[in-house]
């Protein structure tokens, strides 16, 4: 058994929410207050947009043996396969505008707390208190269940790592729903003790004010989408004890940017959906990733896997990935079949078999241009001589994530396919460089 | 506390201010600017002012909002915010987005 969350006493602060700090107390009444309003299935979608109450949506599962089921995306598609996986699956949400078409509960509104200390929640090490999905290459999503033990144990090397300390703040601009926002802006403050700020801060703007908001040490857990956007807006930001950045390297140039410009240490963090987070780095003492203790790579060819610590089963790894020493290695981008957008992950293989498979589709294939160092997009080709661009894109919109729609969608009489029928990428490269 | 209490009271007082209406130059100026910002596949003519930018219109997605509100900001001396329900208004269409910087621009 496992404590929920490592702040020591009743008036320990938990997080900050818009009317002040939230105590260990009052965060744990309203834990169980949730818990008493759950239903009884078993699987909890929980699309709270308020971080403070994504995280009482978690613990109220966790305390009542419920799964958080957390999707990669929210598309109408992947709802109806996650209905499938788990036909008693509820959502959970703060937003009115939620338009799910699953069982909703909305988050209630909260009492004042009794005086009486209430008692941290102990959790079974092997409970399965989540399902991360990827994308598969086939389009059919991928579960990956999470232990409460397997997550514990990555997210403590995490916080020995970067030396997060309970008179901390988290503030966080990525969405707790995804593993790298789920790791280390909820499960990093109850394990090291520390604050969550509720905000979800998107301009930067909103950034500037989310920081202001709480006390030093400020810890700003972020993406180079976010961080860049910070950096060019020119704001003048309060002080920020430790940057933290994940779901894509940071350029050198930016990562110098950050520090010189936030005079504070800068982070990144390397993991995957599949592993949890497994090494992390100081892009400003030099490139090499060192992995997090315990936690082995093994290269077979082009393929990298890892093992140990919190990982189960060898998990093979979607990047190119060179070993330096026994807990050193560098990253050389990702292998040719994933995309990553702004930090959101698919296979190149499923995003072609979903277009092909979209009625009216005679033959189509998706692109991923040379990366120039700023946010690259996707294109696509199509053969669909009964379709518009509109009546194609809704039809992926039902199933992708928007940052994966194609820009541009190029309609072709036929696909520049070689005598084999297969489709080399330089022929592609040569179709959208002649349509520029 | 105090500087949460300034940022409330700042918020509230750009929620005060009258909507001005954009002019047609403006919604000319800005559709321009989305093209360039965000290498569209449509001309600025084609953006037709009440036309939605997120979905199934234009098809903006988060990525391109924060790239918009960046140039804009630069461009018009305004900081966008998304605290109040007005963000996803904001950008519901260019003529909202315009009237949006008529109201707040200081440059």
């Known amino acids: ?436 | 506390m105090q500087e949460a209490l300034f940022h409330i009271f700042k918020t509230m007082q750009n929620n005060l201010k009258p909507v001005i209406s954009s002019t047609a130059d403006l919604q000319d100026e800005v559709a321009q600017l989305l093209v360039e910002c965000l290498n569209l596949d449509v001309t600025a003519d084609q953006i037709t002012p009440d036309a939605p930018l997120y979905g199934d219109g234009l098809g903006l997605d988060s990525i391109d909002v924060l790239e918009v509100a960046l140039t804009v900001s630069k461009r018009y001396g305004l900081q966008l915010r998304s605290d109040g329900a007005d963000n996803r208004h904001i950008f519901g269409s260019l003529r909202s987005l315009c009237d949006y910087i008529a109201t707040h621009r200081t440059l």
């Open chain 1, 1 to 436: 058994m496992l404590p929920l969350i490592l702040h020591q006493s009743p008036e320990d602060i938990v997080a900050w929410r818009a009317d002040g700090a939230v105590t260990r107390q009052q965060f744990l009444f309203e834990v169980d207050q949730l818990a008493a309003q759950l239903p009884t299935g078993e699987h909890l979608l929980n699309m709270c947009r308020d971080r403070y109450r994504f995280s009482v949506g978690l613990a109220a599962a966790m305390v009542s043996g419920k799964v958080s089921l957390l999707p990669s995306a929210h598309t109408p598609e992947m709802l109806r396969q996650i209905r499938g996986l788990a036909p008693d699956v509820f959502c959970l949400t703060d937003n009115e505008l939620c338009a799910q078409d699953l069982p909703q509960v909305q988050y209630p509104a909260m009492g004042a707390c009794p005086a009486s200390a209430l008692a941290v929640p102990q959790i079974k090490a092997a409970q399965r208190i989540a399902v991360v999905f990827t994308s598969g290459s086939t389009g059919i999503p991928q579960p990956h269940p999470k232990t409460w033990g397997a997550l514990v144990s990555s997210v403590q090397a995490e916080i020995a790592r970067l030396g997060v300390e309970r008179d901390c703040t988290l503030i966080g601009t990525v969405p707790p729903q995804h593993m790298y926002g789920f790791e280390t802006t909820i499960l990093m403050a109850w394990l090291s003790g520390c604050a969550l700020s509720h905000a979800q801060p998107f301009y930067p703007a909103d950034i500037c004010c989310a920081l202001e908001a709480v006390p030093a040490p400020r810890v700003l857990v972020s993406s180079p989408l976010h961080l860049r956007a910070l950096i060019a807006s020119g704001l003048v930001l309060p002080d920020i004890k430790q940057v933290v950045s994940a779901t894509a390297p940071l350029p050198l140039k930016l990562a110098q940017d950050i520090e010189s410009g936030f005079h504070a240490p800068l982070f990144e963090i390397y993991g995957s959906t599949e592993t949890g987070q497994i090494a992390a780095r100081r892009p400003a003492h030099g490139p090499a990733w060192q992995l997090f203790p315990g936690i082995k790579l093994t290269v077979d060819g082009e393929c990298a896997r890892a093992h140990g610590a919190h990982i189960g089963e060898p998990v093979a790894l979607s990047d190119q990935i060179e070993p330096l020493t026994d807990e050193h290695f560098l990253l050389h981008g990702r292998m040719a079949d994933l995309v990553n957008i702004a930090g959101k992950r698919h296979s190149l293989a499923s995003l072609d078999h979903l277009l092909g498979s979209i009625p009216g589709v005679v033959d189509g294939a998706f692109y991923m241009p040379d990366e120039t160092g700023h946010i690259t997009r996707l294109a696509a080709c199509v053969v669909a001589p009964r379709m518009t661009p509109s009546t194609l894109l809704s039809a992926l919109r039902e199933h992708i994530d928007p940052v994966f729609l194609p820009r541009p969608l190029l309609f072709v009489d036929a696909l520049p396919r070689n005598s084999t029928g297969k489709l080399p990428r330089s022929a592609l490269q040569a179709l959208f460089q002649s349509h520029e």
